[in-house]
C-alpha cells in the first residue's frame, strides 16, 4: 500500500517519483493481464490466475471429454440395435409370407401340384432368411448367431466405476421372454451351398426355438409325400410358424427396448455436456465487457501515473535554484 509522503527537500530519496513509479508498474501489469484475457477470450490462462478455478476447470473439462467418447459409444450401440432389428423385421415378413403360404396349402380345394409349388416357394423364402441371418455382421460379428453379447460403456459415476449396457443376443438370455428357450437360434435352411457355423443346419431340428420346427422339411414335401403340408400336420405346422413368428417379435421388442434406453441415454449425455461446456465457460472464460472496463480503468492509470512520475523528477529541480 503506497503512502504519501512529502519531505521534497530531501532530493536524494524522490519517494513520489518511486511511488508514481510503482503505480505505473502495477497498471501497465493489469493492462498486460486485461489484454490477454481479452485477447485469448479466457480468464484462465494458467493455474496462477485461479488456483482452485484452474483446478476445477480441468477436471471438467477432462469430464466432458469421457462423456463425448461415452456418447460415440452410445451411437455404437444404437448401429448394432438398429442392423439387428431391420434383420428381424425382414425375417418376420418372410415367415409371415411362409406363414400365409401354409395356410393357402391348407385349403381343400388346392391339388397336390399346387401345395408341393407353394412348399417349394415357402423353401425360397427360407434360403432368403438363412441370408439375412448369415448377412446381419456389425463389427465383424455375426449378431443372429446366437452368441453374441457386448457391453457398451454408457457413462461413469464420480468414483469412475464405468456404467455400462449390455446388447445380449445369446440363446439363453431369459430377456427374450420365450417359453420355448432364448431366440436368436435363427437356424433356417443353408441358404444355397453356404452354412454358417450354428445357422446352417437347424440345432436339435427347431427354428426359432420352436421344437420340431424344420424349415428344411418345406423341401422335402412333394407329389407321393406331402409333409408338414399333409392335412394331418399343416395344423400343427402352422402353430409352428406363429410361435416362431412371435418368437422373433419378442427379440425385435428387446432390441426396442435397449434402442429406447439408449435414445434417452444419448439425451442425457448431450445435456450434460453442454452443461459442464456452460460450467467450463462460468469459471475459465473471460467477461469481455468487464475486462474492457477494467483495461480503460488501467489505461487511464497508467496515464496519470506517467504525468505524476514526470512532476515528481521536475521537484529536485526546484531546490537546484537554492545554489544560485
Same mark, same amino acid.
Given at each position: 500500500?503506497p503512502f504519501?509522503?512529502a519531505?521534497?527537500?530531501?532530493?536524494?530519496?524522490n519517494?513520489p517519483a518511486? !511511488?508514481?513509479?510503482?503505480a505505473?508498474?502495477?497498471?501497465?501489469?493489469?493492462?498486460s493481464?486485461?489484454q490477454?484475457?481479452l485477447?485469448?477470450?479466457?480468464?484462465?490462462n494458467?493455474?496462477?490466475?485461479?488456483?482452485?478455478?484452474y483446478?476445477t476447470?480441468?477436471?471438467?473439462t477432462?469430464?466432458?471429454?469421457?462423456?463425448n467418447?461415452?456418447?460415440?459409444?452410445?451411437?455404437d450401440a444404437?448401429?448394432?440395435?438398429h442392423?439387428?432389428m431391420?434383420s428381424?423385421e425382414?425375417?418376420?415378413g418372410l415367415?409371415i409370407?411362409?406363414k400365409?403360404?401354409?395356410?393357402?396349402?391348407?385349403s381343400?380345394?388346392?391339388?397336390t401340384?399346387?401345395?408341393?409349388?407353394?412348399?417349394k416357394?415357402s423353401y425360397?423364402?427360407?434360403?432368403?432368411?438363412q441370408?439375412?441371418a448369415?448377412?446381419?455382421?456389425?463389427?465383424?460379428?455375426?449378431?443372429l448367431?446366437?452368441?453374441?453379447?457386448? @457391453?457398451?460403456?454408457?457413462?461413469y459415476?464420480?468414483? !469412475? +466405476?464405468l456404467?455400462?449396457?449390455?446388447?445380449?443376443?445369446?440363446?439363453e !438370455?431369459t430377456?427374450?421372454?420365450i417359453?420355448t428357450?432364448?431366440?436368436?437360434?435363427?437356424?433356417?435352411?443353408?441358404?444355397?451351398?453356404?452354412?454358417?457355423?450354428?445357422l446352417?443346419?437347424p440345432?436339435n @431340428?427347431?427354428?426359432c426355438?420352436i421344437?420340431?420346427?424344420?424349415?428344411?422339411d418345406?423341401?422335402?414335401?412333394a407329389?407321393?409325400?406331402?409333409?408338414?403340408f399333409?392335412?394331418?400336420?399343416?395344423?400343427?405346422t402352422?402353430?409352428?410358424?406363429? @410361435?416362431?413368428?412371435?418368437?422373433?417379435?419378442?427379440?425385435?421388442?428387446?432390441?426396442?427396448?435397449?434402442s429406447?434406453?439408449l435414445?434417452?441415454q444419448?439425451?442425457?449425455?448431450?445435456?450434460?455436456?453442454? @452443461?459442464?461446456?456452460?460450467?467450463?465457460?462460468?469459471?475459465?472464460?473471460?467477461?469481455?465487457a468487464?475486462?474492457?472496463?477494467h483495461?480503460?480503468k488501467?489505461q487511464?492509470?497508467?496515464? +496519470?501515473?506517467i504525468?505524476?512520475?514526470?512532476?515528481?523528477n521536475?521537484n529536485?529541480?526546484?531546490?537546484m535554484?537554492?545554489?544560485?
Amino acid at each position: 500500500m503506497p503512502f504519501a509522503i512529502a519531505g521534497q527537500a530531501r532530493i536524494r530519496t524522490n519517494t513520489p517519483a518511486e !511511488n508514481a513509479y510503482n503505480a505505473m508498474d502495477i497498471a501497465g501489469r493489469d493492462i498486460s493481464l486485461r489484454q490477454l484475457r481479452l485477447s485469448t477470450g479466457k480468464r484462465i490462462n494458467n493455474a496462477a490466475d485461479d488456483v482452485a478455478g484452474y483446478i476445477t476447470s480441468r477436471s471438467l473439462t477432462a469430464r466432458n471429454g469421457a462423456l463425448n467418447a461415452c456418447k460415440l459409444t452410445v451411437g455404437d450401440a444404437f448401429n448394432v440395435c438398429h442392423v439387428a432389428m431391420d434383420s428381424l423385421e425382414s425375417i418376420n415378413g418372410l415367415m409371415i409370407l411362409i406363414k400365409d403360404a401354409t395356410a393357402q396349402a391348407a385349403s381343400g380345394a388346392l391339388g397336390t401340384d399346387e401345395k408341393v409349388a407353394l412348399a417349394k416357394a415357402s423353401y425360397r423364402l427360407a434360403q432368403q432368411i438363412q441370408t439375412i441371418a448369415d448377412s446381419t455382421v456389425f463389427g465383424g460379428r455375426q449378431l443372429l448367431d446366437t452368441v453374441f453379447t457386448a @457391453n457398451f460403456i454408457i457413462g461413469y459415476d464420480a468414483k !469412475n +466405476t464405468l456404467l455400462s449396457l449390455t446388447v445380449d443376443m445369446r440363446e439363453e !438370455n431369459t430377456e427374450f421372454d420365450i417359453n420355448t428357450g432364448g431366440l436368436m437360434n435363427v437356424n433356417a435352411v443353408p441358404s444355397e451351398s453356404t452354412v454358417m457355423p450354428g445357422l446352417g443346419k437347424p440345432v436339435n @431340428n427347431e427354428f426359432c426355438a420352436i421344437p420340431g420346427l424344420n424349415l428344411e422339411d418345406l423341401y422335402l414335401v412333394a407329389m407321393d409325400d406331402l409333409g408338414i403340408f399333409h392335412e394331418d400336420r399343416i395344423g400343427t405346422t402352422m402353430t409352428s410358424l406363429a @410361435n416362431a413368428i412371435q418368437n422373433i417379435n419378442k427379440t425385435a421388442t428387446y432390441l426396442g427396448g435397449i434402442s429406447n434406453r439408449l435414445t434417452s441415454q444419448e439425451e442425457l449425455l448431450k445435456n450434460q455436456i453442454t @452443461n459442464y461446456n456452460a460450467a467450463i465457460s462460468r469459471v475459465e472464460d473471460a467477461d469481455v465487457a468487464k475486462e474492457q472496463l477494467h483495461l480503460i480503468k488501467s489505461q487511464f492509470l497508467q496515464q +496519470t501515473s506517467i504525468i505524476s512520475l514526470a512532476q515528481a523528477n521536475q521537484n529536485p529541480n526546484a531546490f537546484m535554484k537554492l545554489f544560485n
